[in-house]
């Protein structure tokens, strides 16, 4: 089982800029690809940025492409997502996700295993 475990979320201003981690623990293989996601209400789950564990290969939203940058700390075992220009319709909750299997992709069908959330707000 892999256990993901999500923080930095938080309240900010439009403009600002937050990371977010995912601590990753649990597993015997390592997750072929990790990726970030998020829900707000009424809405369905999206794919915001996923990277490959062993290229470092990444994708991202075209709603965030060039505001946000996932990336990994091997050493640390810890998944982050860096959030600038953040802008009202970020505001969402945030998972972390991990997919065993050898596809790597923005849906969340692909992923097997999931964080608890943080919460992202972000105001005008």
């Known amino acids: 089982q892999v256990q993901l475990v999500e923080s930095g979320g938080g309240s900010v201003q439009a403009g600002g800029s937050l990371r977010l981690s995912c601590a990753v623990s649990?597993?015997?293989?390592?997750?072929?690809?990790m990726g970030w996601f998020r829900q707000s209400p009424g809405n369905e789950r999206e794919g915001v940025a996923y990277i490959t564990t062993g290229l470092g290969s990444t994708n991202y939203a075209g709603s965030v492409k060039g505001r946000f940058t996932i990336s990994q700390d091997n050493a640390k075992n810890t998944l982050y997502l860096q959030m600038n220009s953040l802008k009202p319709e970020d505001t969402a909750m945030y998972y972390c996700?991990?997919?065993?299997?050898?596809?790597?992709?923005?849906?969340?069908?692909?992923?097997?295993?999931w964080g608890q959330g943080t919460h992202v707000t972000v105001s005008s």
């Open positions: 649990g597993y015997t293989a390592k997750p072929y690809c």
């Open positions: 996700a991990a997919a065993v299997g050898s596809i790597c992709s923005l849906r969340s069908t692909d992923y097997n295993f």
